[in-house]
């Protein structure tokens, strides 16, 4: 057991989070948490973690066990460069570092050479070696490059902040990891890096995500954060899906026949207790008291997850069908003035009816492209057009079409002027905002309900063209399906830009990947694509150099040039494939040197019975052998980087 609720009571004022619950997360476990926003989820996490304490009931951990916790909103802590920052956790392990070094050259007591191993033994059991490696590996994982480790921290982002804390709570290697929201900040690329970083996990985890695809790639067993309660499944995110509405159906089912059974039996009651079967009236009224009194009536099955997605969402194309053409780039570069264009001279169509979604690392330029394509920014150069009688609903990531000082009742009829107050607080009960939620500031909305809000006014006008940036940000997973179900009905055209890889493969026809100032074009949904990607061997040079020839043939400079290029590209294929060998050349050499390394150290840490000689040759060897491993794993580290 690493960490167990026993009859856990939570509350925070107003509003009771968990009554009775009880639970208990094993090592090795990976365990996703699930339900809509508000369940209780992350107040699970911080009680786990300790943040919290219960109103009643206990929550234990194992004695000595090690817990990291990444909180959604984490406070960013650190100073310096980001390359200090993500070190500083390992400032122990540096000092033995410093304090090796010192010993190294004043080993002239038996005294030194025993503080010297112990210290050998401990820095390489916590990784000292290797330190600097794999912090550096986890930086790369997670979006960043060479040129940001020296960076101030002060610069950072806040979504590279919330990389940072990320990568400080995987460095830990704790017993007990806890992630919220984990995947928040991070692209397509890095969530997947994270995946295959999880998969490989010893310890146990516990995370919070309502990102589906990532649930269904790392969690073996899901928890749903169900009423107060905790219920817990077997299986992946597939599994849950379906024994949790197999679930529900069987309560109701039960609730439904106890309540026919009670129907009856008061009914019975009430004809025959001044009767002949007096007795028997009286004798089912004290059996129903008494199922009151043991708690043996069935409440009423609660299914949180329907409540979530109980809103309606239907975006109309109007009577305005479109050209065949939606939108057209023609020898298009992206970007902003005084800077390096995004992508140059794209030509691009996106036909009526196609359902695009643009992926693609952080940074990019998504946003810029999409907002170029329909309009809203102007290209650097060349021309963007819409299609005849296009006529376009955005949704912005930002949610910037939001006035904070408007209530939602004034943001509706700032679109739809003619309706009254009556009519707008109807139509803002489609979207979950009841009783006194249509005269609050939209300052004080939640992200999801200011995503809501976005939605409920884009609806409000027919659009055969949706540009959606972000869509399903802030939204809980029941909110998503409502989303993708509409979009899914919907006859336009979208084009989105998203990193929620389930939500590419419901909604998406066609994929725009942009990366390196490329932009490329895959039909299919993002499944669809990732395998074709994985699966399609690069041309090889020989097979270029067989490419038909172009229809004019080339004059004898651009000849020459092409010849000079293929050249060029030939001695980057074997400079490339000299460094490949020599890398897979270290990667035995560093195994073999850390084997004779650990027979080293273990020599050293053996009973060398007051044999002065022997105990220093045993410590020249080890520290030879120790410098060998460092300069091999450096120049094997450089090639890694050379080679990307």
């Known amino acids: 057991m690493l960490a167990q609720l026993s009859d856990v009571h939570f509350a925070y004022p107003g509003t009771e989070i968990f009554e009775a619950a009880s639970w208990q997360v094993n090592p090795g476990e990976r365990i996703g948490l699930v339900g809509p926003n508000g369940a209780g989820k992350s107040t699970l996490l911080r009680l786990l973690a300790g943040h919290l304490e219960p109103d009643r009931g206990q929550v234990a951990r194992a004695r000595g066990a090690t817990i990291a916790y990444l909180h959604q909103s984490q406070e960013f802590h650190g100073a310096g460069s980001l390359w200090d920052t993500l070190l500083a956790q390992f400032a122990d392990v540096l000092a033995m570092r410093g304090e090796l ?102 310890g146990a985890f516990v995370l919070v995500s309502h990102d589906r695809y ?81 708690g043996k009536v069935l409440d ?118 003619d309706w009254n107050e009556d009519v707008v607080r109807s139509y803002l009960g489609m979207f979950r905002f009841s009783g006194d939620d249509p005269f609050r500031a939209v300052k004080g909305l939640s992200g999801g309900e200011r995503n809501r809000l976005s939605l409920a006014k884009m609806m409000l006008l027919p659009r055969n063209l949706l540009a959606l940036d972000e869509p399903t940000n802030h939204l809980d997973i029941p909110a998503r399906e409502v989303l993708e179900e509409a979009l899914a009905e919907y006859e336009g055209t979208i084009v989105c830009v998203s990193h929620d890889r389930f939500f590419l493969d419901r909604i998406c026809n066609r994929i725009l990947h942009l990366h390196d100032h490329v932009l490329e074009s895959h039909a299919g949904n993002y499944s669809e694509w990732r395998h074709h990607a994985s699966n399609k061997a690069e041309p090889s040079a020989k097979a270029k150099e067989k490419a038909p020839p172009v229809e004019k043939a080339p004059d004898k400079e651009d000849k020459a040039a ?27 050499q560093i195994a073999a040197a ?28 080890e520290q030879k052998l120790a410098n060998r491993v460092k300069s091999l794993m450096g120049e094997w580290e450089k090639l890694g980087s050379e080679l990307g």
């Open 562 to 588: 092409r010849l000079a290029e293929r050249e060029t590209k030939k001695q980057a294929d074997r400079d490339r494939q000299r460094k490949e060998r020599r890398l897979a050349e270290l990667e035995q």
């Open 101 to 202: 070094e010192k010993l190294e050259h004043s080993l002239e007591s038996e005294a030194d050479l025993a503080r010297y191993g112990h210290l050998q033994e401990l820095y390489t059991r916590r990784g000292g070696y290797t330190l600097e490696s794999r912090v550096r590996q986890l930086a790369f994982e997670l979006g960043f490059g060479e040129a940001d480790l020296p960076r101030s921290v002060d610069t950072l982002s806040g979504g590279e902040r919330g990389r940072v804390e990320l990568a400080k709570v995987l460095l830990a290697e704790p017993d007990l990891l806890l992630l919220d929201e984990p995947t928040n900040h991070l692209d397509v690329e890095a969530v997947e890096h994270l995946e295959e970083r999880l998969q490989d996990w010893r």
């Open 300 to 417: 009423r099955p609660r299914d949180d997850w329907a409540e979530a997605g109980d809103f309606r969402l239907r975006f109309s194309t109007g009577d305005h069908k479109g050209g065949r053409e939606a939108l057209k780039a023609e020898r298009v570069s992206i970007g902003y003035p005084d800077s390096d264009p995004i992508v140059r001279d794209l030509d691009l169509v996106i036909y009526r009816g196609e359902r695009v979604g643009i992926v693609g690392p952080n940074g990019a330029g998504k946003t810029t492209l999409l907002t170029t394509l329909i309009g809203k920014l102007p290209p650097l150069s060349g021309m963007a057009h819409t299609g005849h009688e296009v006529r376009i609903g955005y949704f912005d990531q930002k949610l910037g079409g939001l006035d904070e000082s408007h209530t939602l009742i004034e943001e509706i009829r700032s679109v739809r002027g």
């Open 594 to 621: 850390e084997g004779q390394l650990a027979k080293a150290r273990e020599a050293l840490s053996g009973d060398h019975a007051g044999n002065w000689q022997k105990l220093h040759d045993l410590v020249a060897d």
């Open 214 to 294: 990532f649930l269904r790639a790392v969690c073996k067993e899901i928890v749903d954060v169900e009423a107060g309660t905790l219920v817990r499944y077997s299986g992946g995110y597939d599994r849950y899906v379906v024994e949790h509405k197999e679930r529900l159906e069987r309560l109701s089912t039960q609730w439904k026949r106890q309540q026919e059974t009670i129907a009856k039996t008061e009914d019975f009651i009430r004809r025959n207790i001044a009767g002949q079967n007096t007795k028997q009236a009286q004798s089912r009224r004290k059996m129903l008291e008494r199922m009151e009194r043991d």
